[in-house]
């Protein structure tokens, strides 16, 4: 978990994993969805070393939430591989950003995966609802809920309560 500059567009951060056998895909490789979450792992790491711990920014209601993803395979990686995770803030404005990641198989040097993610910063709740846990079910039933993930901390959150708050 380094920082170091490169030839990209800001100070690049570096986050280790292992490939774990519940990464493994029928095909005997790393699943297409733990590159995503090894994605979101990577991303708070990097805000985390940056002083934007999930519960610093959850306590000023903010939240990092995905738009989209892009992922290109370009070697496989398997159980027991240990990768390094670089990633960085290619490009940014008020509250709207493209984080860029490359996967590398340390012990051989090979590029695994490259892939981006649109990010946005925004408020996660209204400031005056009654605290989420005493109506996520009934809101998640009725209306559907996001799920909010932030390391081991879960929060549903009201779709009709994300952007803005309504009545009084």
Not at 4 to 13: A, E, I, K, N, R
Not at 138 to 148: M, T
Request: proline share 4%; net charge positive; aromatic share 12%.
């Amino acid at each position: 978990m380094k920082q170091m500059t490169t030839g990209v567009s800001g100070p690049v951060h570096e986050y280790s994993l292992v490939v774990q056998k519940s990464d493994i895909d029928e095909y005997r490789h790393a699943n297409n969805i733990s590159y995503i979450r090894w994605m979101q792992e990577t991303g708070f790491d990097h805000i985390a070393a940056r002083g934007w711990s999930a519960e610093k920014l959850l306590a000023l209601n903010l939240g990092i939430i995905a738009r989209s993803h892009y992922v290109e395979y370009v070697k496989p990686a398997y159980e027991g591989d240990s990768l390094t995770v670089q990633t960085w803030i290619e490009d940014w404005s008020k509250v709207r950003s493209l984080r860029k990641y490359r996967f590398i198989r340390p012990v051989d040097s090979e590029l695994i995966a490259t892939a981006e993610a649109r990010i946005h910063v925004r408020a996660v709740r209204c400031r005056n609802e009654p605290p989420l846990y005493t109506h996520a079910y009934a809101s998640h039933k009725k209306y559907g809920s996001i799920e909010i993930t932030y390391g081991s901390f879960t929060q549903f959150v009201p779709k009709n309560n994300t952007r803005s708050c309504r009545g009084g």
